[in-house]
């Protein structure tokens, strides 16, 4: 079923048209490293809406006056690999629907936005998509690899460069986690300078618990509270640095961040 409600903007509150296009994951790929297996057993495997459903549902909240859409899935990126289509279909017959309207898309990995660049940069060009949410995880290809997740930074950084230059006014949101189990110093370094280098607009930084049960190797060594508050105060200062607005996240133990200026 489709919702329609508010979503929060760091305080401020627009009405939005939800679009759910697709739930579950592929087999290979996980939607989501940061509790392992778990989530991609929790969801269960790949179910696409077909594209006929999706582009008949965006019509009709076109016609109730919506203006704001969210495309959400598990993993928004795999959408259309169970039905002989793919997310870049989905998008560019959709955004070739006359009409104001903007377009944000939830939850979708590095993977994607790598592999579909080509596609990507050539719908972003058309105005249409004001945000999207890029799992990324890590800026370490160490602990993306650990995570079994895409882990070329460079391509990473690369496309989402290209999609900025594709439309200054697209808004890149991330999604980080600091203390993942074996990350050194260097690999939370290498998570920061990511950050600076492609110059994410809005983002969340969460910590790992340290007593969270994973499907993670036990023998990668947990990173202890002391040292994940001290790189969650480094992370603070770090972005207000980049003149990022900071917000620490108490009950996620993490942090919220924004870019002041566009």
Known sequence: MDLTHFRSRFYTFEPFYILRIADGCMEKHPCSSYFGGKIKNAVGP???????????????GLEKGYKNFVFNADDTGAYGLDIGSSFPELLDEI???????????ENITQRWVVEYIDKLDEIV???????????????????????????????????FLRLKRA?????????????????????????MNFIKEVGFDVGYIYTFPFDAKTDIDE??????????????????????????????WCCFQGLLFKRTKK
């Open 46 to 60: 790949l179910k696409s809406k077909p594209l006929e459903i999706c582009i008949e549902q965006f019509k009709k």
């Open 219 to 248: 023998n990668l060594p947990r990173i202890t509270p002391e040292v994940l508050s001290k790189r969650l105060d480094y992370a603070k200062n770090f972005l207000k640095n980049l003149d990022y607005t900071v917000v620490v």
């Open 125 to 159: 060009k058309r105005g249409k998509i004001s945000r999207l949410k890029i799992l990324i995880e890590s800026g370490s290809s160490r602990i993306l690899k650990i995570m079994d997740l895409y882990a070329n930074t460079e391509k990473m950084k690369d496309a």
């Open 167 to 191: 439309d200054p006014n697209l808004s890149l949101f991330t999604h980080i986690v600091i203390g993942y189990p074996s990350e050194t110093d260097k690999d939370f370094n290498s998570t």
């Open 95 to 105: 955004t070739k629907i006359p009409g104001e309207y903007n377009i944000e898309i």
